[in-house]
Every structure is written in structure tokens, then in C-alpha cells.
């Protein structure tokens, strides 16, 4: 199975894991391996560290190997040709208020601790930086679900043709956006956009390349904007300029504004691991198991599960911003190759499981890809069930609130129907 295979048999899991795992395993390499770059951090490779990626390399190629190879094992041998597609139907007016009551909710949530922090300037500092919020970012996902909702009923308003509540969506999209951005996340809004533009332009209409490289392009660009954005908002609350991006090559900073870096953090952590910090042995999959359970509720919950938090400060304990290491990573430093394989088989049944169920209905699938871009990545990691918890359920709760209602045969469209590719 390969990224051109899941996406013609429309295996929407398998699509965005093996477009995850190319960006953030296979471009930074390419960057480093033609000179245009070196590893980050660069002093601490001033040497020839080729057989570091090497064994880096190893690493990837084992788990993605065996996840392609499980994953095609656990599938059907035999799977049923789908010649329908359902469109479940939908109140579409209950979830425009619902997501319109969900927005505001954000927006005072996030307007209140602006406030409270004296500007937005500030709060995005104290959040970004400082990590202030820490133990309550439930506050910011609630903008987090009311843009993952926008996108099912900008969906619904253009299979319906509806260009007033198409411009309804839109609104709410962009509001939306911008509430999380003054948390100072833009990956969020940038997955959102990208899954959702990528569902659109395969389900909805025929897909055309030329369009989707130039949503790609503007994707970056805007993403790269909203970074110098931010670093401009961090200018103003410790009034003197930041230019942590500006200092740097064109490629570095690149590479830093876009996460690509989680590549050279695998190489460093799977260099020094063993050597320079001890193995975590799961105890950063176990404190993400209960990484969701409010701090109010247990006082003594462990800082952190996030693996790049402690790995930045073996190197720069002063540095509250951390470094990921990629999911693949996340298992290396836990448990050496043995929870490499086992990471690798489990994410190839929870593929197959997803493929599996892909391509039936519409709601059925901008689940599957919210779940697949949101929670599942580019594999499971440490923060795989509190994303669950923080991101998914309460997205999934709102659509069995809407009280779906499916027909026999009434309302099930023919594939055909739909433009496709």
C-alpha cells in the first residue's frame, strides 16, 4: 500500500498517514542529504554525522515497513466493490446554531484571558512561551471543534448548493481561526484547511492537480505569514524585536516554521539515547494515557507527556518550548526497537480498521479524516488518547446530538451522483 494507492481507493486513514509520515520523514532528509542544510541543532553535530542518520533512517524504515506490510495483512482479501454512497441527512440549521453557540463559547473563553493578561500580545507570549495555560488548553480546543464542525457544514451547504449558509461556514472558519491563532497555534488551522480542502477537491469535484498545487503554496505561504505574525505579537509583549526565524538560512527557517525539524530531533534522540539520557522505558506513553484527566481532579497528574518537552532540556534546560522527536521516535525512546515493532503493528490494524469503514457515507468519512488528521498523524504517540479526549469525542458527541437520520434506500445517492475523479 503507498500514499497514490490509498488515495485512488479512497482508504482516507491510510492517505493522510502516509502524507504525514513523507513530510515529516522524508523532506527534511532530502534538504540535508543535498547540502542545503544540517541538522538542527547544529552544534551539537559538528561532525560528520551521516552514520547518525543512518541508524535514523533504519528506524523509519522499520516502522514503515511493517506498518505497510500489517496493515495490508489485516485487511479484506476479498473487499465488496461500493458502488453507494450515503449522504446522510442532516438538520443542517441545528448544526449551524450549535456551531455558532460552540464559537461564542470559544470566543469568550479565549477574549476573557486576553483580557485578563492585559493583550493579545501578551497572552499569546504567556501561552506560547511561558506556557502559562499549561492544564488548560481544554479552553482553547473549543474553537478547535467549532472549526472542524464549520467544515461539515460548508460541506453540506455546498453538496446542497447553498451559498448563503456556504458563506455562513466560511465565517466561521475564518473566526474560528483566528480565536486558536491567539493561542498562538497555527498547525491547527493549517490541518483543518488542508484536510479540508483535500476532501472537497476528491469527493465533490474532479480533482484537478494544478489547483491543489496552488492550495498547497498558499497554504505554506500563509502559514509562514501567520509565524512571522506571531513572532511580531512576542516583538510587542517584551518590547524588543524577536527574529528567531530571521537570524536563520532560508532552509533552516523553513524548515523550523513548518515542523519539518521533528526529523533532525529522531536523529539527535536516536544518537543519544541510552548514552545521554536514559530509555523512558513507556513512562511517556503511560503519563499520556491519563494526560486528560484535569489537573482540578488530580493535582499530583505528571507535568508533562509530551516527549519533546524534557528531551529540549537535556540539551537547553533553560527552554520551556520543546523539541518532537516524530512519532516513530516517540516509541524509540520509550522501549528501543522492540516498541518500534509493536508501534508499527498497531498502527497498521488501527489503518486497516479505518480503512475499512472509509468510503461509505460522508459523515462516516470527514470523521475518519478529522480523526486520521487530528489524532492519528503521522502515528500514534504519546498524546494519542488526550487528543482523543480534547479534540475528537466532543466533535463526535455534537454530530450524534444532531440525531442523524438515515434512510433505506430513499436517500442513499449513487457515487456517480458526486463528481469524482
Do not use: C
Not at 129 to 152: N, P, T
Amino acid at each position: 500500500m503507498s500514499l497514490l494507492e490509498s488515495y485512488k481507493k479512497k482508504k482516507h486513514a491510510s492517505t493522510f498517514f502516509f502524507f504525514f509520515s513523507i513530510y515529516f520523514l522524508s523532506l527534511r532528509p532530502l534538504l540535508i542529504f543535498f547540502g542545503l542544510d544540517v541538522i538542527i541543532p547544529s552544534y551539537e553535530f559538528m561532525y560528520d554525522f551521516y552514520p547518525d542518520i543512518a541508524k535514523a533512517h533504519l528506524i523509519i524504515l522499520v516502522w514503515v515497513v511493517l506498518i505497510v506490510v500489517f496493515s495490508k495483512f489485516s485487511e479484506p482479501k476479498n473487499e465488496a466493490i461500493r458502488n453507494t454512497y450515503k449522504i446522510e441527512i442532516i438538520n443542517l440549521n441545528l448544526l449551524i446554531i450549535l456551531t455558532t453557540l460552540i464559537s461564542l463559547m470559544g470566543a469568550i473563553f479565549t477574549s476573557y484571558f486576553i483580557i485578563k493578561f492585559g493583550s493579545l500580545s501578551e497572552f499569546l507570549y504567556q501561552v506560547k512561551i511561558e506556557k502559562a495555560m499549561q492544564g488548560m488548553y481544554i479552553f482553547r480546543e473549543v474553537s478547535s471543534w467549532a472549526l472542524i464542525l464549520s467544515g461539515l457544514i460548508f460541506l453540506y451547504a455546498k453538496l446542497s448548493r447553498n451559498y448563503f449558509k456556504t458563506t455562513i461556514a466560511l465565517g466561521l472558519i475564518v473566526i474560528n481561526s483566528a480565536f486558536i491563532f491567539s493561542w498562538g497555534n497555527r498547525t491547527t488551522i493549517g490541518f483543518f484547511l488542508f484536510m479540508l480542502g483535500l476532501f472537497y477537491f476528491t469527493t465533490f469535484i474532479k480533482f484537478k492537480f494544478t489547483k491543489v498545487i496552488l492550495s498547497v503554496v498558499i497554504l505554506v505561504v500563509v502559514a509562514n505569514g501567520l509565524r512571522f505574525v506571531r513572532e511580531d505579537l512576542h516583538s510587542e509583549a517584551i518590547n524588543h524585536e524577536v527574529n528567531s526565524l530571521e537570524n536563520m538560512g532560508a532552509v533552516t527557517a523553513l524548515s523550523l516554521s513548518m515542523h519539518l525539524s521533528e526529523y533532525d530531533g529522531l536523529v539527535l534522540a536516536s544518537r543519544d539515547v541510552g548514552k545521554r539520557f536514559d530509555y523512558r522505558y513507556g513512562e511517556d506513553f503511560a503519563n499520556g494515557f491519563f494526560a486528560w484527566i484535569p489537573r482540578f481532579l488530580w493535582p499530583d497528574k505528571p507535568q508533562t507527556h509530551n516527549t519533546g518537552l524534557w528531551f529540549r532540556q537535556v540539551y537547553e534546560s533553560e527552554k520551556r518550548n520543546g523539541w518532537p522527536i516524530t512519532a516513530v521516535g516517540d516509541f524509540y525512546v520509550n522501549g528501543s526497537w522492540f516498541l518500534v515493532i509493536f508501534g508499527a503493528i498497531l498502527n497498521a490494524f488501527l489503518l486497516a480498521i479505518l480503512n475499512k469503514l472509509s468510503h461509505k457515507s460522508l459523515i462516516r468519512d470527514y470523521l475518519i479524516i478529522t480523526f486520521s488528521v487530528f489524532v492519528l498523524g503521522q502515528g500514534i504517540d504519546t498524546g494519542f488518547i488526550q487528543t482523543i479526549f480534547l479534540k475528537f469525542i466532543p466533535v463526535v458527541l455534537v454530530v450524534l446530538a444532531l440525531k442523524i437520520q438515515l434512510s433505506d434506500t430513499k436517500h442513499i445517492l449513487d457515487s456517480a451522483k458526486i463528481e469524482q475523479k
